[in-house]
């Protein structure tokens, strides 16, 4: 099967995953460009290259970096002082590519060949101790080889498996803990259990009305900023 449009448009990002271009990520941001909803010129970390690059795919014209998602500038890593880590571990839940190391109360340390720069673990960090240093001159895909990319990509794809095995996981554990309990209970008292049961399908109700009010957010949110970008776009 021939790779489609978002695919080969996906294939042509840098995969720093850093949400800059008003998407949750690379494939997203790939998707929306297919679909019309997004300019090629929404991703800092491609710079100029990138866009190029985007255009070749897609045979949309070559057009400047939109400054509403930032500007191309030369590649940076994070650095954690240890002095002031405090192991928190948010810092590991933002980063997209497993690129920091560390548990809870422990202090955490970034591998430098893994961060692909991309300052998501700095607004979580409750003690600023994370810096960007750059780490080269140049900029785009001229600081930013395709093995960076496919490596960045792989550890990413990586970790939505891990993230969403670990999810199901832990919603298996709960089921059967409330499966143990009630049986428990229904031992004893059957009309304890009843009543046990009846708020466990509330709450699964109410869990699942949260869970659908999250994702209508996340889809507004991504529909506002696919609107602003087809602006600016029809703008320039």
């Given at each position: 099967m021939s790779p489609s449009l978002a695919d080969r448009i996906e294939d042509a990002l840098p995969q720093t995953q850093c949400t800059k271009c008003g998407y949750a990520g690379c494939r997203p941001y790939a998707e929306?460009?297919?679909a019309g909803n997004?300019?090629?010129?929404?991703?800092p970390p491609g710079g100029a290259e990138g866009i190029a690059r985007l255009a070749r795919v897609t045979?949309?014209?070559?057009?400047?970096?939109?400054?509403?998602?930032?500007?191309?500038?030369?590649?940076?890593?994070?650095y954690i002082d240890a002095a002031l880590c405090i192991g928190?571990?948010?810092?590991?839940?933002?980063?997209?590519?497993?690129?920091?190391?560390?548990?809870?109360k422990q202090m955490h340390t970034v591998?430098?060949?893994?961060?692909?720069?991309?300052?998501?673990c700095l607004a979580p960090c409750p003690v600023d101790c994370i810096v960007m240093y750059p780490v080269t001159?140049?900029?785009?895909?001229?600081?930013?080889?395709?093995?960076?990319a496919d490596a960045a990509r792989e550890r990413h794809d990586f970790?939505?498996?891990r993230l969403k095995r670990d999810k199901q996981e832990n919603d298996a554990r709960l089921a059967a803990k409330a499966r143990d309990k009630l049986q428990a209970v229904e031992a004893i008292d059957p009309a304890t259990a009843a009543e046990a049961a009846e708020k466990e399908r509330k709450?699964?109700?109410i869990a699942a009305a949260m869970e659908r009010t999250r994702l209508k957010k996340e889809a507004e949110a991504q529909a506002e900023a696919a609107a602003a970008a087809a602006q600016n776009q029809s703008d320039e």
């Open positions: 929306a460009i297919a997004a300019g090629i010129n929404q991703c045979g949309y014209p070559v057009i400047p970096l939109n400054p509403v998602n930032g500007a191309e500038r030369p590649r940076a890593v994070a928190c571990t948010l810092c590991i839940q933002a980063c997209p590519v497993d690129a920091i190391v560390g548990a809870a591998a430098p060949s893994l961060c692909t720069g991309c300052d998501l001159d140049s900029t785009g895909w001229q600081a930013w080889q395709q093995a960076d970790r939505q498996l709450r699964a109700i």
